[in-house]
């Protein structure tokens, strides 16, 4: 008899962490519209556009993220708070989703910039019910010396599934960035 409540308690305890793993690994797919009136420290390009939808597709695997900037500005002020094109890096970056591993290494790749060529190292971790993308590219400018930009993204979902918090830190580059927080709806 002991047995077999030792054996039912384990099997409870292995289902609960199984439970909280896979609850830690929550699904941020589908296609999310910008709130600007919730969001703060937009770019110009954010703040100036019609409409901002960013789509991510997820696996069990890895993460795709895609920002497509519709209307209102086009010129000036790189992507804020959630980027534009290349996903949500900093930058405008090459056009088209940008996709993270989910298994917690670091994946680099030769990039182009113009007449330039560098790394580009991107990693999600999963902490909680928060997901941490970082993107970091660095490169030799035509001056010779090594120009490295990064960015950090913190993506949250709110308790309802129906609205997610992306805070954005970007380090690098010609001009500081400030921080932004972007706030999406499901659509």
């Known amino acids: 008899m002991r047995k077999m409540f030792l054996v039912a308690g384990l ?5 609960l962490l199984v439970v909280a793993a896979s609850a830690q690994k929550g699904s941020f797919a589908g296609s999310w519209g910008l709130d ?13 556009a019609d409409k901002v939808t960013l789509t991510i597709t997820q696996d069990d695997k890895t993460i795709s993220l895609d920002t497509k900037v519709e209307g209102g500005q086009t010129a000036g002020g790189g992507p804020g708070g959630g980027g534009g094109g290349g996903g949500m890096g ?32 991107l990693k999600a971790t999963m902490s909680g019910g928060t997901l941490e993308l970082m993107n970091k590219t ?19 979902l709110a308790g309802d599934g129906k609205t ?10 010609q001009q500081p960035t400030p921080d932004s927080t972007a706030v999406y709806n499901k659509q």
């Open 90 to 121: 900093g930058g405008r970056g090459p056009a088209g989703p940008t996709t993270y591993n989910l298994d917690g290494h670091e994946v680099t790749s030769d990039v182009t910039f113009g007449q330039n060529t560098g790394k580009r190292t």
């Open 164 to 173: 997610l918090t992306v805070v954005t830190h970007r380090e690098g580059g």
């Open 36 to 48: 600007k009136s919730k969001s703060q420290g937009l770019s110009q390009r954010m703040q100036g």
């Open 11 to 15: 099997t409870a305890a292995f289902m």
């Open 138 to 156: 660095s490169f030799t400018g035509p001056d010779g010396t090594e120009r490295v930009n990064a960015t950090t993204q913190k993506l949250s």
